[in-house]
């Protein structure tokens, strides 16, 4: 089945600076990665996906970008704010066999004001 | 639109005990799964159902059953409880299983 590695565990930033999160993915037949943000005590909640058949995605100071070759994926954060504290969590899905999400241990991100 | 509801928030259990976590969703979608959440340990899938009448285990579907009757609801029964289903439980739906998936709120088990 799908392994998803997820790095760093945590991750900590000054207001304003940009995060990266990175994952890695086993499944070559994965083909939809999503990355979720959870608050603590609230549930995850989508905040940007890719397909496999795109390289990159943004939207405002989130940006995807998905290596197929390597089969790894990364959330790019700019422009942080104290907001942006949570644990991410990325996912993958293959397009065969086990139709549903496979997640990362999630990044626990600290924005320093 | 409701959404994802599930229902209890917060259980407290003892050993052997059963009972079932419910989880409905009123937009039509076809596929549903079952979470739980540990500290550290991310998300990891106990069953789903890509739609009524079908069900099929996920990563830890030891010590759980589900079945899928409705579109709607997708209960998650624990058998005999033990301390280590002590969790977070996550209900999630989706139109299919490559669209965004929508949690609901969770339910907090505690088996003593």
């Not at chain 2, 039509?28 to 340990?41: F, V």
């Not at chain 2, 059953?65 to 002590?86: G, K, Y």
Request: charged share 15%; hydrophobic share 30%.
């Amino acid at each position: 089945g799908e392994n998803v590695e997820q790095h760093p565990s945590t991750l900590s930033v000054q207001e304003g600076d940009s995060a990266v999160i990175k994952c890695t993915y086993s499944d070559s037949a994965s083909n939809y990665f999503p990355w979720y943000k959870q608050e603590l005590g609230k549930r995850p909640q989508l905040i940007i996906d890719i397909r496999s058949n795109v390289g990159e995605k943004k939207d405002q100071r989130i940006a995807v970008t998905l290596n197929k070759t390597a089969k790894h994926f990364s959330l790019h954060i700019t422009e942080t704010q104290p907001e942006d504290s949570a644990v991410y969590f990325c996912a993958a899905l293959a397009a065969t066999g086990r139709r549903a999400l496979t997640f990362g241990s999630g990044t626990r991100l600290q924005v320093q004001p | 639109n409701a959404g994802v509801t599930q229902t209890p928030k917060f259980q407290v259990l003892k050993t052997g005990q059963s009972m079932t976590l419910q989880c409905a969703q009123d937009m039509n979608h076809e596929y549903m799964s079952w979470y739980r959440q540990d500290p550290g340990m991310g998300l990891r899938l106990i069953h789903y159902s890509v739609g009524a009448g079908i069900t099929d285990q996920g990563e830890v579907p030891n010590g759980y059953n589900v079945s899928r009757s409705t579109t709607e609801d997708f209960p998650l029964r624990l058998l005999s409880a033990a301390p280590s289903q002590t969790s977070v439980y996550f209900c999630a739906s989706g139109q299919g299983g490559t669209t965004v998936q929508y949690f609901g709120p969770g339910t907090r088990l505690t088996v003593t």
